[in-house]
């Protein structure tokens, strides 16, 4: 059985409050937290009543609102999924016991790698000038030894070689992923989101440069699925103990074969979240029934207190015959009042709880 799962184009924006109540008391301080999801990388542009507010961060804190103001947050994220440049052709895995086309070549305890993508390779696949946003490696079913990659780093940069030799190239490298300790997950694509998107000029080739510092003896790598190339298409450094700056080792290995890549083009998108409006406490409540605090007819225009009573408010007891009883839980904020009428009865039964 084929199941199409249909890509993620899009994410959504959510907005919850996180401190204070709704409805509230003019002046107090409130604070919203903004999520997207299935998106990363987000901006926000926090919004009260359509006019920007706030900072870009997911919070939003405010003593200075209103009753009826609306709160939004636009978030701009890249969605989970995007077109995926598919480099090279899926090929075998890499032996466990070389480092040769692994992206996670823990066969050594220390790493640097220099892998090439041509520009004629992604004219080939359709794409021209635009931004990659992840890159993703392919893995088999081999756990690394050792099995985290310290301080793994992945840096792009734009370049004009159209092959590699034994010492690597020095531009002006962008770092997209890292540095991180990585554990990748077997039997699966590793997705690494750029932190900073990747702005392909359309016509220089690109230089993937991998380089971690575990500086343990490394006994087995990663296996993912490798790439033959008709060019040298790699460089890598290779040793176990004692390497001070593992990316600063410039000196490698070459060979016409790197890791298949998957080089994803995601554009961002602009979401907006669903308002929260907030309502204005009612500042009075007053029981004009008899009998039991929670029957809604009991309480002027059926407008019974809520379950946390805030400190603006006040609840004034008036029962038009007998008593009111309350038969239930009632927290109330230091601050708030409650009135007994003179001459009314009021028993309680249930429990007044003060608390903020």
């Known amino acids: 059985m084929s199941i199409l799962v249909p890509p993620v184009n899009s994410f959504d ?3 919850t409050q ?3 109540f709704n409805p509230f008391c003019p002046g107090d301080t409130v604070t919203f937290k903004a999520a997207a999801i299935i998106g990363y990388n987000p901006a926000y542009q926090w919004k009260v009543d359509g006019n920007n507010a706030g900072i870009n ?3 939003f804190t405010s003593a200075l609102l209103n009753a009826g103001q609306a709160i939004t947050c636009a978030i701009t994220a890249m969605p989970g999924c ?3 440049a598919k480099i090279g052709t899926e090929g075998v895995f890499n032996d466990v016991t070389t480092t040769n086309g692994a992206a996670y070549p823990t066969y050594y305890g220390n790493g640097h790698q ?20 992840r890159l993703g490696f392919v893995t088999g079913s081999n756990v ?5 990659l310290q301080e793994y780093t992945i840096r792009i940069a ?8 034994g010492v690597m190239l020095t531009p002006s490298f962008n770092t997209v992923f890292g540095p991180y300790n990585y554990a990748p997950a077997t039997n699966s694509i590793n997705y690494h989101n750029f932190s900073t998107p990747l702005n392909w000029d359309g016509t220089s080739n690109l230089l993937i440069d991998i380089c971690f510092s575990s500086d343990v003896y490394g006994s087995a790598s990663y296996q993912t699925r490798t790439s033959a190339t008709p060019f040298v298409s790699s460089s890598r450094f290779q040793k176990d103990y004692n390497v001070v700056s593992p990316c600063d080792s410039l000196i490698g290995f070459t060979a016409n074969m790197r890791p298949y890549m998957l080089l994803s083009k995601i554009a961002q998108t602009e979401v907006t979240s669903e308002p929260i409006t907030l309502e204005k406490l009612e500042p009075v409540y007053r029981f004009t029934g008899t009998g039991n605090w929670d029957i809604p007819a009991n309480w002027l225009n059926s407008k019974m207190p809520p379950e946390h009573v805030l400190h603006c408010a006040e609840i004034i007891i008036d029962p038009s015959s007998g008593e009111c009883v309350l038969n239930k839980a009632q927290v109330i904020a230091p601050g708030a009042k409650i009135t007994v009428v003179t001459g009314k009865k009021f028993r309680v039964i249930g429990d007044v709880l003060v608390q903020e």
């Open 13 to 15: 924006a959510v907005v």
């Open 18 to 20: 996180t401190k204070g």
């Open 57 to 59: 961060s997911p919070e």
């Open 82 to 84: 995007g077109v995926d």
């Open 114 to 133: 220099q892998y090439l993508i041509r520009a004629s390779e992604l004219f080939a696949l359709g794409f021209s000038a635009g931004t990659f946003n």
């Open 144 to 148: 690394g030894n050792p099995d985290t």
């Open 158 to 165: 734009q370049v004009g070689n159209a092959a590699l030799t």
